[in-house]
């Protein structure tokens, strides 16, 4: 079967499915999210007849762009130490199946702050707690006037700091923190990875 295709899951057996579960969580919402294939980066699998994904009770609704597929929700946020649960609901319910996620860790960025103003030509620090977590850090800063800077999967470490912002002309943007903590799906799947993320986006100013 070709990629950026999608088929039934009715006669897919849940150890057939490649399956991606996540949880990205900011100070106000949390969105859970499932996804099924039949191979990596391969055929879409779209749940049909009375198969349904759930999460902490919370149906995820169909969701798709073009021939992808994949299932979310608006959910309850658990407190730290808690657990997400993502239940697959099959047909056969000797085929389904539970897995659960960690709800992550929290994160508050001290530098810099909501509404400030960083000059082009600059580096950008950039600093958060808590930290030194064994889940590693992705901090971007994007706007419609500057260059966009990322540093991806770095350590948490507690700060960071970004190469020398380039612009054109002052504007707005967003500078964004995220720490994930990632492991494999495992049994009763075929593949896949579970993914919580707890994201801080802050708006700031660049100018010359």
């Excluded at 919370?58 to 608006?74: D, F, I, K, P």
């Excluded at 808690?82 to 697959?88: N, T």
Aim: glycine share 10%; net charge neutral; with cysteine.
């Amino acid at each position: 079967m070709a990629a950026c295709t999608k088929t039934s899951s009715e006669g897919i057996a849940t150890r057939a499915l490649l399956a991606d579960f996540s949880i990205g969580q900011t100070a106000t919402t949390v969105t859970a999210r499932a996804e099924f294939r039949v191979s990596e980066g391969g055929t879409y699998v779209e749940l049909a007849g009375n198969d349904q994904i759930l999460c902490n009770g919370t149906v995820l609704l169909r969701q798709g762009l073009a021939s992808a597929v994949w299932y979310g929700n608006s959910v309850k946020a658990q407190p730290e130490g808690a657990r997400y649960a993502f239940e697959l609901r099959r047909a056969d319910p000797a085929d389904g199946a539970t897995v659960t996620l960690m709800a992550p860790v929290k994160l508050a960025v001290a530098t810099p702050r909501a509404g400030d103003k960083i000059k082009f030509g600059q580096q950008l620090p950039v600093t958060w707690t808590p930290a030194g977590t064994a889940f590693p850090v992705t901090i971007t800063a994007s706007g419609r006037c500057i260059d966009r800077l990322e540093k991806k999967d770095a350590p948490d470490t507690g700060d960071e700091v970004l190469d020398v912002v380039t612009g054109t002309d002052k504007c707005d943007g967003t500078v964004s923190i995220s720490r994930s903590h990632t492991l494999l799906t495992g049994a009763p799947f075929k593949d896949g990875k579970r993914r919580s993320t707890f994201t801080v986006d802050l708006m700031v100013g660049f100018v010359p």
